[in-house]
């Protein structure tokens, strides 16, 4: 069964400061890996998805890697800012999308 | 192009009550999946849809069901309703199943709000 595993749990930054998340998971057969960002309350927006012959994604600010054998992904945020403040959330497939608990980021002005 | 959209965005119920909740995926898009999000619990999943059959379940009472139809568009129903069911509720649309090797990724709508009195 997958089991996925985001830490740390929460993390309180300054502004302008780099930081990485972390996502590990138990079953490297996926077909891909996915970042969301949910702030309070609200859905999930997606950020990155990472399909399983990939290594790595980059959008702006965001970069995520993936490294399939040893199970883990790493969201790389340059350049914090307040508004990057929300709970950040990975999945993997196949079979069903399956979670982690989410990391709980708060970018300090 | 329209997201994925989910109504109500906020109910209140009473326990033993039914409810049912609607989803409606993103054009083109014929997978849908529900997951219920709690604070203690996280997101869970509940089932996927692809082409009106149930593709896939998660570890819920049979008092969670679903359906899909042919234009895609999934409910959820939850009946006797029970105070642990208050959460929020998401669906998500994809362009094909994850639970048949899809690589797609998911989009997700922005939830339904219920609370069990």
């Known amino acids: 069964k997958q089991e996925v595993t985001q830490i740390p749990a929460a993390l309180s930054v300054p502004e302008g400061e780099n930081l990485v998340l972390n996502c590990s998971f138990t079953d490297s057969a996926i077909y891909n890996l996915q970042w969301f960002r949910q702030d309070p309350g609200k859905g999930l927006t997606s950020l990155l998805l990472?399909?399983?012959?990939?290594r790595e994604q980059t959008s702006g600010r965001l970069n995520a890697s993936l490294d399939k054998s040893s199970g883990r992904s790493t969201l790389y945020i340059a350049a914090s800012q307040p508004g990057d403040s929300a709970t950040y959330l990975c999945a993997v497939a196949p079979n069903d999308m399956r979670f982690g608990a989410g990391t709980r980021l708060t970018v300090k002005p | 192009k329209a997201g994925v959209t989910q109504t109500p965005r906020y109910l209140i119920k009473t326990r033993g009550q039914q409810v049912t909740l609607s989803c409606s995926p993103i054009?083109?898009?014929?997978?849908v999946s529900w997951y219920q999000q709690t604070p203690g619990q996280g997101l869970q999943f509940l089932f996927e849809?692809?082409?009106?059959?149930?593709?896939n379940k998660g570890n819920f009472p049979g008092r969670f069901s679903g359906r899909q139809f042919s234009n895609s568009r999934s409910e959820m129903n939850v009946s006797t309703l029970e105070l642990g069911d208050s959460a929020l509720y998401l669906c998500?649309?994809?362009?094909?199943?994850?639970?048949?090797?899809?690589?797609?990724?998911?989009?997700f709508g922005s939830g339904t709000r219920l609370t069990v009195v």
């Open positions: 849809y692809f082409s009106e059959t149930q593709r």
């Open positions: 054009s083109g898009h014929r997978s």
């Open positions: 990472i399909q399983s012959s990939q």
């Open positions: 998500a649309s994809s362009l094909a199943a994850a639970s048949r090797g899809s690589n797609y990724g998911y989009t």
